[in-house]
């Protein structure tokens, strides 16, 4: 008996998909964890559908695979995605290397006549 499309498209909506959430914890640590979904599921539906977001939350800035999303609410997450949440800098990199450089001056080796 051959499979119509329309009973093809009903299976595939219904096929769950894998996510691995990358996060860290209130001690600083990294934690990924799996999770199972149907597909059609957008990235901030995930995360109000898990608790991992207060509902009075901003979304905060999200990836997959070091990737930005511009726009969580509309990107569908895809089977094996691997979705980060970013926090914001405590410090930023650039104002960190300068009192570096400050606390420890190199300066340029002058010229001997």
């Known amino acids: 008996m051959p499979i119509d499309q ?3 498209e009903k299976a595939l ?7 691995v959430c ?20 957008t990235a901030a539906d995930f995360l109000r559908s898990q608790s991992l977001l207060a509902d009075s939350q901003p979304l905060p800035v999200m990836g997959i ?8 609410e509309q990107y569908v997450l895809q ?3 691997r ?6 800098l405590i410090l930023s990199p650039m ?4 009192a570096r ?9 002058k010229r001997r006549l």
């Not at 909506?13 to 996510?19: G, H, R, S, T, V």
């Not at 996060?23 to 599921?41: C, H, M, N, R």
């Not at 695979?65 to 969580?72: D, G, M, V």
């Not at 979705?83 to 914001?88: A, G, M």
């Open 83 to 88: 979705l980060e949440l970013y926090q914001p």
């Open 101 to 109: 450089a400050r606390a420890h001056p190199v300066g340029r080796m």
């Open 22 to 41: 990358a996060f860290v914890d209130s001690q600083g640590k990294p934690v990924a964890k799996t999770y199972q979904l149907e597909q059609g599921v």
């Open 79 to 81: 089977d094996g995605d």
């Open 13 to 19: 909506d219904k096929a769950l998909i894998e996510i």
């Open 65 to 72: 695979f070091s990737q930005k999303i511009s726009h969580p």
């Open 6 to 8: 329309h009973s093809l």
């Open 95 to 98: 104002d960190v290397r300068r």
